[in-house]
């Protein structure tokens, strides 16, 4: 873990025990995230995004989730503390979040008394200093007639609304880590927009370290400093966003961007990725991206290639790249 970083992955694993099998989520990922960084991590669904996120927070079910590998956060190794350690951290120095707010807010209570709830357990604020707080984080978030909304029931908002209740929620104890697990996917391309803006300029604003996963290539571009392309569980290219974005050192990261609709021209076909992601239950001892691709040989099915640097920021896991023979 460098001196810089306010969290270090190292080779995190995450298993699920099934009645059909053992599901093989994430594979062997590893970073290192800088204090005032964001990172976006982009991918298919089902590629190991979100359970990335859990396993990190410490969400997953332990009856049915193995996690290995070392997870630490400001010098210390969170994944093997206790419930009451970890709830100590979550929400007051490690927040999240979640992609369905109407699923993340309990429906019987208003969303001031939830704000005000979160502050009052982890500042030991009175209530009423709490209620004052969290009518202030409606008012960042640029809710209209914030006092008003103390004592809305999350039912009663927007989509677009209760996306920004739930930003309040995640910043009401000044984190240091802010999680976003694709904060955006349910609200229409307007809405998108603003509250992507609203997040970039609160995380500068604030200083904050953020994770933020997306399937949507133009988000990730958007929010992002560096950008980490996960595939069947592993990261297959990382870099800065500049650069993944304009010279792509992956196929399935240069599949991802032509397959967009700004890419691709009027009157003419996506070039979408052909076949489709692998069984997690049975992943080949190869490169799990081959069967998908356009430039693979008989070396990409000989065993799972390291993640190798092309430069001092960015690296790929590819056979080619490596040999410098990958022309994309």
Partial sequence: MSQDSILSVDNLSVRFRTHEGIV???????????????????????????????AIIGLLPREYASIGGRVRFGGREIQHLSNEELNAIRGARIAMIFQEP?????PVFTVGDQIAETIVRHDGASWRDAMRRARDLLELVQIPSAKR??????HEMSGGMQQRAMIALALSCNPQLLLADEPTTALDVTVQIQIILLL???????????IFVTHDVGVATEISD?????????????GPAVDVIEQPRHPYTDGLLSSTVLSARQGHRLNAIPGAPPDLMALPDACSFAPRCRYAEEQCL?????????TRDHATRCLRVGEGRLEL
């Fill in 200 to 210: 970039r300029e609160l995380q500068r604003e604030l200083g904050m370290s953020v």
């Fill in 302 to 310: 000989s065993g799972v290639p390291a993640l190798s640097p092309i």
């Fill in 24 to 54: 093989h989520a994430v594979n062997g990922v590893s970073f290192d995230l800088a204090q005032g960084e964001v990172l976006g991590i982009l991918g298919e669904s089902g590629s190991g995004k979100s359970v990335t996120l859990r």
């Fill in 149 to 154: 909304r103390l004592a809305a029931y999350p």
């Fill in 102 to 106: 109407m699923v993340a807010f309990d």
């Fill in 226 to 238: 560096r950008l980490a392309v996960m595939y069947a569980g592993r990261f297959v290219e990382t």
